[in-house]
């Protein structure tokens, strides 16, 4: 099925570091077995509008905004394995891409593992969810730390630099893939697609697009943790909902996300923190 433009991209995944948990958190089925779930990004080149990111994932910055209480709770809650030379910065750096040719960061929420890196890239252009940064905007300690945000990891001038997702054209997409409304065309030429999906978060969004390699792709954040749910429309554990934004909202989302798949088995879909996405990453040498 057409994706609406003939504009493709190129992409690629990097892994920023790992939380262990319970795989049954992820998929209620899943055996009760730790598993490495890693903090996905995304560097996608387009034709045009040159280098985005997708997400940020952990950097050095999250660790020294949550040294000290309140938001230290955060890193206690979730253990996370990260050295420093798999900060998205230093992977680029190594592939010959300085942080200043990156000209947006696309952030799906403003969970920690998402935004870590927003500030090692002071010359991008924010794309972002009106709705996802409302709720969190002048939210500080606890009432920050319990919705998965800490204020710190964003720059100074995140206002001067935003753009919301919910300002832009919107995309018939439902009409050609069955699923998903609203969704917002980010550049105004069909090539990425901002995919409402809240629901872990309040206004969290994917991102749609093709690539040159690939084909099409949806990357949708925390939407599910596992493809292995999806396929087998299985939702997490129960005690996972205990760290959403909405339960319902989250439900409606993964439902929509497997009839997704269902309808357009030729799509990628790539969740943050999910194994098999992360088995795609590739290991960048310093």
Partial sequence: MSSGTEIKVKSRLFRTGYCRQLEKMARRDAPLR???????????????????????????????????????????????????????????????????EIRYIFLSHFHGDHIGGVRDFPEASILCSREAYDHIRGKRGMRAVRNGFVPG???????????????KERFPFRDRYGVFDPVFDCFGD???????????????????????????????????????AVRRQVEPHPLTFAVMGGRREFRRSF????????????????????????????????
């Fill in 34 to 100: 730790r598993a490495s779930f890693y903090s996905l990004a995304a560097l996608i080149r387009h034709p045009e509008e040159g280098l985005i990111l997708f997400d940020t994932g952990y950097s050095t910055h999250f660790f020294r905004e949550t040294s000290r209480l309140p938001y230290l709770l955060y890193r206690w809650t979730v253990p996370v394995v990260f050295r420093k030379e798999e900060a998205l910065v230093e992977q680029l750096k190594a592939l010959g891409i300085s942080p200043e």
């Fill in 255 to 286: 439902r929509q996300l497997t009839e997704f798949h269902r309808l357009n088995p030729s799509v990628r879909i790539l969740p943050s923190h999910c194994p098999e996405a992360a088995a795609l990453a590739e290991e960048v040498e310093g």
């Fill in 190 to 228: 069909g090539s990425l697609l901002a995919v409402r999906l809240s629901g872990h978060a309040p206004g969290q969004y994917g991102l749609f697009f093709v690539d040159e390699d690939q084909g099409p792709i949806l990357l949708c954040a925390d939407a599910t943790w596992s493809m292995a």
């Fill in 153 to 167: 990891l964003l720059p100074p001038d995140f206002a001067e630099r935003v753009q919301f997702i919910e300002d």
